[in-house]
Each structure stands twice: as C-alpha cells, then as structure tokens.
C-alpha cells in the first residue's frame, strides 16, 4: 500500500510542477494576445492540462523507466517518454473531437511534453545529487566522530 500511495505522490508532485509551468506558459500566452482573446483564462486552462499531462508523465516513467535511478535515464530517452506522454493525454483529450483535431494539437502536446521532461529530469537529477551530498557529509560526520 505504501508503495502505491508513494507513486500517487510522486504523479501529484509531478503534475503540479508541469501545472506551475504550463501556467507560466498560458501567461505569456495571455500577455501577447490580449486579456479578452478568449473564453478560457488561458493561465488556468494550460495549468490544468500541464497537471493531467505530468501524471499521464508519471504513470508513462513508472511502467517504462520502472528499477532505474534518474541519473541512469538518459535525457533522450526521458524527453521521449515526456512525449509520449503528452501525446498519450492529447489522444485522451480529443478522442471525441475527431482525428483532424489529434493531428494539430498532438504535436504541441508532444512538443510540451518533451520539453517539460526534459526539465523534470534535471530537476530530479539535481535533488539527487543533493541528497547524496547530505548524506556523503552525514557519513563522514559520523566517521570523524569515531
């Protein structure tokens, strides 16, 4: 049970940091069309799609990249993965709108999702390197005290 509530944590955490970036990206979005373009804030509308597409992310990394650290994945292969996934959510999307819809919004979906993998990997990698870096300077506290 602790294991399933630990990958539902993890696809949280990585869907509400794709959100916060999508978000950022529906801003600029809205500063360079203007506040009344559209119907949907675009800032909220990118935001909830950023969440869905890092836990559809998440569950893609979990089957495909399952018993392998971050700093074991390469960035090719996890930018892939982040495609996927973003394609996957877009097929999810728009499978009652009609083929000609998945074919113009998929790519960006993808694209979106690449490019957030890519950032999620060097996020992970870097929180790694600093755990092990406590951990390294816990161990040799612990040594010197001997």
């Known amino acids: ?12 955490g990585i869907g509400l940091t794709w959100a916060a970036a999508w978000f950022a990206a529906g801003m600029a979005l ?6 009344g373009a559209a ?9 909830f799609l950023g969440f869905l ?5 998440s569950g893609v990394v979990g089957v495909l990249g ?9 960035l090719p292969r996890f930018v892939g993965w982040g495609a996927l996934g973003g394609i996957l959510l877009c097929g999810g999307l ?4 009609g083929p000609a ?4 919004v998929g790519p960006v979906f993808g694209i979106a999702g690449a490019i957030s993998a890519a950032g999620t990997l060097m996020l992970a990698r870097r929180a790694e390197k600093r755990e092990l870096l406590a951990a390294r300077g816990e161990a040799d506290d612990a040594q010197a005290r001997r």
């Open 94 to 97: 728009l499978f009652a709108m």
């Open 30 to 35: 809205l500063l360079v069309v203007g506040f």
């Open 1 to 12: 049970m602790k294991k399933w509530l630990a990958r539902v944590r993890a696809a949280v």
């Open 53 to 57: 597409a890092g836990a559809t992310f």
């Open 39 to 47: 119907d949907v804030p675009f800032p909220l509308f990118f935001g």
């Open 66 to 74: 399952r018993r392998r650290r971050f700093d074991q994945m390469s």
């Open 101 to 104: 819809d998945l074919l113009v």
